[in-house]
T-cell receptor, first 113, second 113 residues
C-alpha cells in the first residue's frame, strides 16, 4: 500500500477561521477520500476527490464549507472554512487500491475554540 | 436500518480466548468487506479484506462472510492484550470499485490478562 502523510498532525484554531489540511501519497492514486471522525464516533465520508474532476460531496457536506483540491495524482487538500467548535474532529485522508482496499493517513486532529 | 451495524460492546475477553466480532449490512449488492483496527489516538489500520462467501484466515485472524445473511464477522484467536482496540467493519457499497466505503460504529474490544 502507498504511504500517506498528512499535515498538520494537529491544530488548535479560533472560531471563524479556516484551516487547510494537506494529504500526500508516495505513489500515484486515482481515488482519494476525505473522512471525518468526531469524538467517540466512527468515520464519515466527506467527499471523494479524483484528479481532474470536481470533488463529489456526501449528503450533509458542501463545497463552501469543505473545499477540496486535487491538483495531481499524489496530493490533495481539504479546507475547513469558517470553523465552529462543532468542526472539532479528526480529519483523515485515504486512498484506494486496485483491490478496493482503502488505507488511511495518520489524521489531523482539529480543535476549534 | 443502519447501512453497517455492529455491536458497540464493549467486548471483554480473557487473554488466550477467542474474540468474536459481528457486523451486518443492508446493501445486498455489496461485494467487498473489510475489518479495520483502530487504537486510541491512531488512524484505522486495515487488518482483513474478504470478498467471497466463506472463511479467510490470516494468522490469528479469521474473517467470515455470508452474503445471503448479509453478515460478516471477525474471529481473533489467542487474544492478546495488544489486541485491545476498536474494530471497525466497513462495507464497499455499490458493487463497483467506485462505491462508497461505509463504516459501522465499531466494537471496542478489551483483552484482559
Amino acid at each position: 500500500s502507498a504511504v500517506i502523510s498528512q499535515k498538520p498532525s494537529r491544530d488548535i484554531c479560533q472560531r471563524g477561521t479556516s484551516l487547510t489540511i494537506q494529504c500526500q501519497v508516495d505513489s500515484q492514486v486515482t481515488m482519494m477520500f476525505w473522512y471525518r471522525q468526531q469524538p467517540g464516533q466512527s468515520l464519515t465520508l466527506i467527499a471523494t476527490a479524483n484528479q481532474g474532476s470536481e470533488a463529489t460531496y456526501e449528503s450533509g457536506f458542501v463545497i463552501d464549507k469543505f473545499p477540496i483540491s486535487r491538483p495531481n495524482l499524489t496530493f490533495s487538500t481539504l479546507t475547513v472554512s469558517n470553523m465552529s467548535p462543532e468542526d472539532s474532529s479528526i480529519y483523515l485522508c485515504s486512498d484506494r487500491t486496485g483491490a478496493n482496499e482503502q488505507f488511511f493517513g495518520p489524521g489531523t486532529r482539529l480543535t476549534v475554540l | 436500518q443502519k447501512e453497517v451495524e455492529q455491536n458497540s460492546g464493549p467486548l471483554s475477553v480473557p487473554e488466550g480466548a477467542i474474540a468474536s466480532l459481528n457486523c451486518t449490512y443492508s446493501d445486498r449488492g455489496s461485494q467487498s468487506f473489510f475489518w479495520y483496527r483502530q487504537y486510541s489516538g491512531k488512524s484505522p489500520e486495515l487488518i482483513m479484506s474478504i470478498y467471497s462467501n466463506g472463511d479467510k484466515e490470516d494468522g490469528r485472524f479469521t474473517a467470515q462472510l455470508n452474503k445471503a445473511s448479509q453478515y460478516v464477522s471477525l474471529l481473533i484467536r489467542d487474544s492478546q492484550p495488544s489486541d485491545s482496540a476498536t474494530y471497525l467493519c466497513a462495507v464497499l457499497r455499490g458493487g463497483t470499485s467506485y462505491g462508497k466505503l461505509t463504516f459501522g460504529q465499531g466494537t471496542i474490544l478489551t483483552v484482559h490478562p
